[in-house]
């Protein structure tokens, strides 16, 4: 049950010797595994090997380096169902779930696989007697820091493509979800990334300041809150470019034209799939007045018919909740619901009942008869919390899905085609979707949000730009002798 981390091409403890417990949400007495609680010492340590590793591999080519990327997306294919087991056990999400995250990223290696035989330069007009071109190089050692929620499926999109691109890496997984993180790095170095180029360091808050400010470290990629990305984005020094994708409170608009059921569907997986722990999660539904009352009273009934459990049982439809702090935290603010005034339509509590009370599970939460000014449609909660509230008109509904310090993602359920270009002109979100989930997004277009969201430094995940994080351009001017 004892891990390791991965430093210098070998697997070793922590330079302290200290240790943390990585147990199932679902059940706090199954101890998965402990891992090092690293520090500053394990950061500079592989920071050292691994900025003296990079230029060898950017050397190679990239044939070479998007053929390391193809292998790993053929082993982690053959793996997927495996891993989903363990993805489950380890961060709660039902094994449907699992399996969708897993088996995805075999497509995420092998689009960044093309993306390394992509990269290219321009030329530019000039005088006659010399050529202007630019070069796009990579920038040296990236440090990766993902979030729990999706442990594969973020690390992969950020790691992929700085391997693609000829970097190396030092990959932080989340504290709740190392095993995932091991699995990860144990698949790429088995398809042939040289050992010395990338670092697995497991730890908490103290080895991601420690990345955060380190000298050596030329580009940082986060995902995670608001709160820990702005102290990562004040942390970093002038010559660290820094990526950070952060929270949404994000809305589901049903407009008066909406198909009732379909809008239904739409809200339940947004809300509650993924137990609501999604960055792109529905918490706010704004329904036009005259469906409200019907709206509120079956996502109601929807809610209180998902069932609950072990994302390993036969017919589960929501897992618990990644940890201690994630239940407390939404237990804290369905109390502030109540404090409110806001009406508890369905849920509102922790579930403890035999074969419960050794979890984090709480039921699907529906709040009614929401104040405009409550924290319920202000703050992000991450967690199966859904707010209800009423607009009269299309001006009300757009100036109601801007009422946020966040902007990710925003979806409608309309048949107004009209409504939906306006929406998409004037919603301050990254991304709108139109009769469909706020989750859920293709992995060959651009990602990011705005405000809170995102520093907009490049989009993730892919899109036009998806390289340039990873690469940095230079110009050479060519003259004749």
Known sequence: MSHLNFIAGEWRAAASGATFDDRNPADEDDLIGRFPDSDARDVDAAVEVVSQAWRAWAAQGPEARAGVLEKAATIMAARADDIAQELTREEGKTLDEARMESRRIAANFRLYAGEALRIKGETYAS???????????????????????????????????????????????????????????????????????????????????????????????????????????????????????????????????????RALAIIVKGAFGLTGQACTGTSRVLVARSLQAHITERLADAAEAIKVGRGTEPGVQMGPLASRAQLEKVLHYI???????????????????????????????????????????????????????????????????????????????????????????????????????????????????????????????????????????????????
């Not at 796009?136 to 992969?156: E, Q, Y």
């Not at 997004?441 to 993730?460: D, I, R, T, Y």
């Open 127 to 261: 005088e006659a007697q010399q050529l202007v071109l630019s070069l796009r190089m990579p920038v040296g050692v990236v440090a990766v820091i993902t979030p729990w929620n999706f442990p594969l499926s973020m690390a992969a999109r950020k790691i992929a493509p700085a391997l693609a691109a000829g970097n190396g890496v030092i990959f932080k997984p989340s504290e709740l979800t190392p095993l995932m993180g091991q699995r990860l790095i144990e698949v790429l170095l088995e398809a042939g990334v040289p050992r010395h180029l990338i670092a697995l360091v497991h730890g908490g808050a103290a080895v991601g300041r420690a990345i955060a400010t380190h000298p050596r470290i030329d580009a940082l990629t986060f995902t995670g809150s608001y709160a820990v990305g702005s102290q990562i984005q004040a942390s970093v020094g002038t010559d660290t470019r820094c990526q950070l994708e952060m929270g949404g409170k994000n809305a589901t608009l049903v407009l008066a034209d909406a198909d009732v059921e």
């Open 335 to 481: 109390e502030i619901g109540r404090t409110e005034g806001a009406r508890i339509a369905s849920g509102g509590w922790q579930i403890t009942q035999p074969g419960y009370e050794r979890g984090h599970f709480v039921r699907p939460t529906v709040f009614a008869d929401v104040a405009r000014e409550s924290r319920l449609l202000r703050d992000e909660i991450f967690g199966p919390v859904v707010a209800v509230h009423g607009f009269d008109s299309l001006d009300e509904a757009i100036a109601l899905a801007n009422d946020t310090e966040y902007g990710l993602v925003a979806s409608v359920v309309t048949n107004d085609f009209a409504s939906v270009l306006r929406l998409a002109r004037e919603i301050d979100c990254g991304i709108l979707k139109v009769n469909s989930p706020t989750t859920g997004v293709a992995l060959n277009a651009p990602f990011g949000g705005l405000k809170h969201s995102s520093n907009q430094a490049a989009k993730e995940q892919a899109g036009g730009n998806v390289m340039d994080f990873y690469t940095q351009q230079k110009t050479v001017y060519l003259a004749a002798a």
